[in-house]
């Protein structure tokens, strides 16, 4: 049977939401919870710099146009890359080609080096095609399963090739750093309230 202890060695209970502490009971504090703030997506500087500087709409050529449809979809997670809307949006500002400041020259040198890359994407694709067409053509007088082996390879590594053949017709290999740091920058960025400091 269960024997009534002392009272100097019963423990007392503790009322919830206290701590025990030398000095004695001291009511513990309730947290506060912080509620995050939503992620909220907002143009970045330099696509509130093209629209600034800019003076109408410019109507994109029909090459642009394929290499554009010819480039990746993006998947956003950190909007750290342009997509296909917003390259077409930097191809879709006019400038004022005699305007000397030098924010217009820093958009102008953006949607030069955009343009390069989609008509860079468009060579890649079309040595692919040439490169595959090619290879279907040389085993012509194989069997069909021996096509199938070597164009899978041959198209992809026709990419590779395409893509070095655009850099160097369309002149991105000679491109600055800079301008092509312009040209990468994204054109939507996750707002970040300024710190308090």
């Not at 164009?151 to 600055?176: C, H, K, Q, S, W």
Request: a positive charge; charged letters at 25%; aromatic letters at 10%.
């Amino acid at each position: 049977p269960n024997r009534p202890c002392r009272a100097s060695l019963c423990p007392t209970p503790r009322p919830p939401g206290t701590r025990l502490t030398p000095t004695g009971l001291v009511a513990r504090p309730t947290p506060v919870r912080q509620r995050a703030m939503p992620a909220v997506v907002v143009p970045s500087d330099i696509t509130v710099l093209e629209n600034k500087v800019s003076i109408g709409k410019r109507r994109l050529g029909f090459f642009e146009r394929l290499g554009i449809m010819g480039m990746a979809p993006v998947i956003h997670i950190h909007y750290s890359k342009m997509d296909k809307a917003d390259r077409r949006a930097v191809l879709s500002k006019k400038y004022d080609p005699e305007d000397p400041r030098p924010e217009v020259d820093i958009a102008r040198r953006r949607q030069d080096s955009v343009r390069k890359e989609a008509l860079s994407t468009l060579w890649m694709w079309q040595t692919a095609n040439v490169m595959g067409a090619l290879t279907y053509w040389s085993f012509r007088k194989y069997d069909y399963k021996a096509r199938l082996i070597a164009l899978p390879f041959i198209y992809y590594g026709g990419t590779f090739v395409g893509r070095a053949i655009g850099d160097i017709v369309m002149g991105r290999n000679a491109e600055f750093a800079r301008d092509r740091f312009l040209g990468q920058l994204p054109a939507k960025v996750y707002y970040s309230p300024p710190s308090s400091d």
